[in-house]
């Protein structure tokens, strides 16, 4: 995916927390899940973009 896309996205998707945050009306510890989980999909998603997300499939937890 070309650099202009990735910030694209990234850029939509900050835009989509600033008009959730301020517009849609819920409580603040919500407002903070929401951003935390936004944020941590984010972060996937450009883990995943190199293939840094593919070689943590292969870390098992537990048995």
């Known amino acids: 995916m070309p650099l202009i896309q990735v910030a694209v996205v990234l850029v939509v998707v900050g835009i989509f927390l ?5 517009f849609i009306p ?3 510890r919500i407002k903070s899940i929401l951003v935390v989980v936004v944020v941590v999909i984010v972060v996937l998603w450009l ?11 292969r870390i098992y937890v537990g048995r």
């Open 18 to 22: 600033l008009l959730a945050n301020r």
């Open 47 to 57: 883990m995943s973009m190199p293939g840094l997300v593919n070689s943590l499939s």
């Open 26 to 28: 819920m409580s603040g």
